[in-house]
C-alpha cells in the first residue's frame, strides 16, 4: 500500500483523537490533560506516581493510518532532557471504530525524517511491532 502525507486535520477530529487519548490514558490508571493550547508543542500530559508522557496525538478519519506526519520542532526545545518522554499516539477510523497507535519514543526518533519540518512515516513496516488499541466511542 502507498503511503501519502496526511493533509491538515480539522480540528474537530484532532479534537475527538486528543479526547479519545485522554480517556485512554486515564482507563489505564494514569492522570492525563490536554495541554494543546499552552504552547508546550504536544498536546496531552499523562503521569502515573513514577513516570509522565508528553504525547502528540495525531487524528484520522481514514481506515488505515498509514500516512506521514508532520511534527513541529517546538517539543524540542520545550521539553529538552524530556524529550526521551515524547510518544506519538495516532488514533485513525474516528468515524467507524476508533483505534490507537502508540509510537514509543525510540520508534520516533529512529524513523524521523527532516525537512523544514520534521516528519514521522507511518508505514507497514514501521507498524510491524506495534500494539493497535480499539477504543471505546
Known amino acids: 500500500m502507498s503511503s501519502s502525507t496526511s493533509k491538515p486535520r480539522s480540528s474537530s477530529v484532532e479534537a475527538k483523537a486528543i479526547d479519545l487519548v485522554i480517556k485512554y490514558e ?5 492522570t492525563a490533560k490536554c495541554v494543546r493550547q499552552k504552547g508546550k508543542g504536544y498536546d496531552v500530559e499523562s503521569k502515573n506516581k513514577s513516570d509522565i508522557r508528553f504525547i502528540e496525538v495525531k487524528g484520522l478519519g481514514a481506515k488505515q493510518p498509514y500516512t506521514e506526519f508532520w ?3 517546538t517539543p524540542l526545545k520545550q521539553l529538552g532532557e524530556n524529550i526521551s518522554k515524547l510518544f506519538l499516539y495516532i488514533v485513525y477510523d474516528l468515524k ?3 483505534k490507537l497507535i502508540i ?3 525510540d ?3 529512529k524513523n524521523l525524517g527532516i525537512r523544514s519540518l520534521l516528519s514521522f512515516k507511518a508505514t507497514k513496516t514501521v507498524l510491524k511491532d506495534v500494539q493497535v488499541i480499539p477504543l471505546e466511542k
Open 26 to 30: 486515564k482507563k489505564r490508571g494514569w
Open 71 to 73: 511534527l513541529y520542532p
Open 96 to 98: 467507524n471504530s476508533p
Open 103 to 105: 509510537i514509543p519514543p
Open 107 to 109: 520508534k520516533l526518533f
